[in-house]
Every structure is written in C-alpha cells, then in structure tokens.
C-alpha cells in the first residue's frame, strides 16, 4: 500500500480542484466496481460483495487537501494569494509550492526579519502579509504563467523517515482514499458504497451532498487526525500517538458519534489482537458532521490515522497505523452489516 499512498499523496488536488486525485483513483479501480461522479465531482462507487445486507453501509474519505488560489499579481511579479482550508501561516513560510495549471515553481516568501518593528517579530504573521515569489520580474512577466483562481499546490516528497514513518502533504486524506481502494480491490463479504468526496477542508461540501444521494443507514469515515505526541505535551492535549493505532473518536466539534460503533471498534481491536486508541480532546471534525444528519440521520463512526503537522507539506503517520487502519475498517465493515 506504500506505493499506492505516495502515488495518491504526490497528485496534487486542492479543494474544488480534484479531478487528477478522482482520474488516478478511477485508474486504480476500474473493473472492479460500478461508479459515477457527480455534479459536485464526488466519485460514488458500489461494491458488490458475497451478500448483500438489510442495511446500506457507506464508508467515505476525502479527496481534497489545503493549499491556496492566486488572488493577485502585483507590479513586482510576485503574487498574493488565499488559503484553501485551514493552513497556518507558520508552517508555509520559506516553503516551496507549485502554481497552476503548468506547475510553475514558486516560492513562499516574506518582510525580511531585518524590515520588521519588535512587535512584528513577536508575533506570528498574517497570511495577508505573505506572498509567492515565481521569479518573474514584473506583473506583465508574471502574467504568461500564471492567472488569478490558480490553484496552490505544496510541492512536497513522499519520504520515509526511519523504518516505521512516511512524510508527506496530503496524507490528510489519501490515506483514507488509499485503505478505500484496498478495500474496493478485495472481495468483501457484504455490499458496500464508498465514496471519495470533493471540498472537505472548506465546510464539508462534497459530503453533504454524497450522503443524501447514497442516502446510508451506516457510515464509515476514514481520515487523518491531529497527533500531538511530541516532547512537553502531556495528558489529553497529546490527542493521539503515532504507533498508538487507528483513532476512533467519541466527539469532535461537528459530531458525537454513535456509541454501540464506537464500542464495537475497540472490541474488534481486543479481538484482532492490534492496537486502537480514542482521540483525548473535543476538537476539529470531518465530513461526519455532514453525513450524520443527512436525511433522516446516519449512524456514523470516525476512524483515523493519527498523523503529525496535519495541514502542513510534512504531514507524519506510523505504517503501522495505516495497516491496522485497514484491518479495524474491513472487519467493523463486516460487523457493522451484521448489526
């Protein structure tokens, strides 16, 4: 699966800009289920299994990732931009992005540290101040390479740190695409509809409109969330730890998730014999928050892999993480038809 995630995380697909992401996850699954997309650019597909169960299960990740658009090209060539999503300013500074269409190379950039009052240098700048340096010497250069609504791209490597960790952008959330497309390619016991959704990381868009046209009675959402497991952080604000196992939360801001699923995740886990853990803070969400009250209510359940420098060119998981992401999905996939 190694290389299926970094083929998946190295096609750039910023909010509202996904169809490289839905051409290469087509490519992949072709022939082996039926699927549409539709007017949004959601890709729905449905699996035929060995039976099929008395309730419709949907299991979901996102195809989008953060990143920015072009809203300006000023005099001196360079550009200004927005974000897509929530990116913090911190992490973008001096970093290298890709623009457009052609991918032209850029640069973010900065007021030199030296051209900063004391205050200024106290705190953290504002995305508004920042601009991308693509080399042209002026707007009228700038203008051959480059319009306003281009997309942003973090240019980023797939790059393995140690023997146990990836790095990369966009692991949030082709790692969920990436076990959907294992599972897709596998026989399932039960039917099931997966769904790769558009525009997550701007409100939830793609999900809202997925969940009423699958119309599921389950929901299974696969997704990357905050590991802050590092040095000086303890108790609940640590969240989850890489090699902790999937993430299966009880609430975040947009959803309380269904308890008998919740439970059933973690007895799954003592079960397999593979490590499972919770999410120890009320923070963030996911398309969960849009599938849960789609028409007349779905029972949902998040899994995730816990993954540092979320919404960042470093994103950091486990494997090990990743993998028994996959079994606890395929077995609770099982189950949960069998409720």
Known sequence: MKELLKELCLTDGVSGDESAVRKKIIEKIEGHCEYRTDALGNLICFKKGKKTPDKKL?????????????????QDGTLTFGEVGGVDPSVVIGRQVRVGKNLINGVIGSTAVHNLSKEQREKAPAMSSLYIDIGANNREEAEKYVSLGDCVYFDSEFTLL???RIKSKAIDDRAGCAVMIKMILS??????????NVQEEIGLRGARVSAYSV???FAVVLEATTAADIDGVSGAKRVCTLGGGPVVSFM???T???KELYRLAFDIS????????TKTMIAGGNDAGAIHTSRRGVRTIAVSVPCRYLHSPSCVIQWSDLENMLNLTEKLAKRICEL
């Open 187 to 196: 026989e399932l016991e039960y039917d099931a509809h997966f769904v790769f």
């Open 162 to 164: 140690g023997e146990k």
């Open 252 to 254: 975040d801001r947009s």
């Open 58 to 74: 949907m299991i979901c990740a996102h195809m989008d990732e953060v990143g920015f658009i072009v809203t300006s090209l000023r």
């Open 270 to 277: 003592a079960e397999g014999g593979f490590l499972c853990q």
């Open 256 to 258: 309380v998730y269904d």
């Open 215 to 217: 119309n599921p009675d």
